[in-house]
């Protein structure tokens, strides 16, 4: 269930009910997506007699504000386009660390806790629902840090050093090569491989198999 919560300060018209309404289920349109946020209009037009959300215009987000294009009427019935500029905070579920975890450490459920937080102003994309031990940390990160995508990596299945198969046959027929990685690596990643003194690009298929690239 999504929770709404409305602050609305510092703003107010002759037709201050009916447009609080319309702004309401306009910033309901627009940011349904989160849990729950909450709003402050903190700049309006100046000067006019009513006001009323402009649809033909774009809304923009940009970090914690939004911009609400909206059509202004003065005395004469002049209309002009303008823009609401509203702070606002929004809530998502996340994964917060419980604890400090170290640069290239495996990561486990245990380390984190969900909690509903404010991440309008947050940098990064957020990690969804999904095992947190198939990835590592990329750096140190602090407890209580909202988890991001790139704060984290995927573990390798195969790691620098390591002896490989790497095929290498065209046409049906499969040539196989014994080499060393050179790199750390992923499945689909490509990656650096030696065999016969030589450098080789070739392609991670899983934990022992890789397909030459070059």
């Keep these: 269930m999504k929770f709404l919560l409305f602050i609305l300060l510092g703003f107010v018209t002759l037709q201050a009910k009916p447009?609080?309404?319309?702004?309401?289920?306009?910033?309901l349109s627009k940011l349904g997506s989160y849990e729950k946020f909450e709003y402050q209009?903190?700049?309006?037009?100046k000067g006019f007699k009513r006001m009323e959300i402009n649809n033909e215009k774009s809304f923009r987000l940009v970090k914690n504000y939004a911009y609400v294009p909206v059509k202004i009427y003065d005395e004469k019935n002049n209309v002009s386009a303008a823009l609401l500029t509203v702070r606002v905070k929004?809530?998502?579920?996340?994964?917060?660390?419980?604890?400090k975890i170290s640069a290239g450490e495996n990561l486990f459920a245990t380390m984190f806790e969900r909690k509903l937080e404010d991440i309008a102003s947050l940098d990064g994309n957020l990690v969804g629902e999904q095992d947190l031990s198939l990835y590592r940390s990329k750096v140190l990160v602090k407890e209580g840090t909202v988890l991001t995508k790139e704060l984290v990596e995927l573990i390798p299945v195969i790691n620098k050093g390591e002896k490989v198969i790497v095929h290498a046959g065209k046409n049906g027929v499969d040539v196989t090569i014994d080499a060393v990685t050179r790199q750390d690596g992923c499945p689909g990643d490509i990656?650096?491989?030696?065999?016969?003194n030589k450098i080789f690009k070739a392609k991670v298929i899983d934990?022992?198999?890789?397909?030459?690239?070059?």
């Design 41 to 45: 209009v903190i700049q309006k037009p």
């Design 19 to 27: 447009f609080e309404d319309e702004l309401k289920s306009y910033l």
């Design 90 to 99: 929004l809530y998502k579920t996340v994964f917060v660390t419980a604890q």
């Design 191 to 196: 990656i650096n491989v030696q065999a016969n």
């Design 207 to 214: 934990k022992y198999n890789l397909t030459l690239v070059e």
